[in-house]
């Protein structure tokens, strides 16, 4: 199987117009903000990043993720496997001034530049949250009374 590494930064505009697919691994020792979460850095992502323009000036990129993800419950500390099945189609904006950018939109940096491995790890905390825990109906947690 060909495995191709993910380039950290992409131009973004520029892989819009020309189509470009992006199909790879994702190793959670490249994502350290999920990493603490993780119980095994072996545990590997299916990422696939189409990146696609309508017109000449509205650019945008389909993310998929897929894989199952052993994290540690941070409600009951208990370990648990999570299967990620995550789609997102989002606008490439460029660096915004003032304001924050929509939920459906990804900022570029000033270079018109897009960090691959952060959007896939913001990507992957949409799915589980910024603190995963088990559905609550199966955590550990012993409810004091
Ligand atoms: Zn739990």
Redesign the pocket.
């Known amino acids: 199987m060909n495995k191709i590494i993910l380039p950290k930064h992409v131009n973004a505009v520029k892989n819009a117009k020309n189509n470009l697919l992006y199909v790879s691994e994702v190793n959670f020792s490249d994502l350290p903000r999920i990493q603490e979460y993780a119980i095994s850095n072996d545990d590997v992502l299916q990422v696939k990043i189409n990146f696609f323009s309508k017109g000449t000036r509205n650019h945008h990129l389909t993310i998929e993720i897929n894989g199952v993800f052993n994290i540690q419950?941070q409600?009951?500390n208990?370990y648990f496997s999570k299967t990620i099945e995550h789609s997102n189609t989002l606008k490439i904006v460029p660096q915004s001034q003032v304001v924050s950018i929509k939920e459906d939109e990804v900022e570029m940096n000033e270079e018109n530049m897009l960090n691959l491995l952060d959007l896939i790890e913001d990507e992957i905390i949409l799915e589980i949250g910024v603190f995963p825990?088990?559905p609550k109906d199966i955590?550990?947690?012993i409810t004091e009374s």
């Open positions: 419950c409600r009951c208990e825990y088990h955590c550990n947690t």
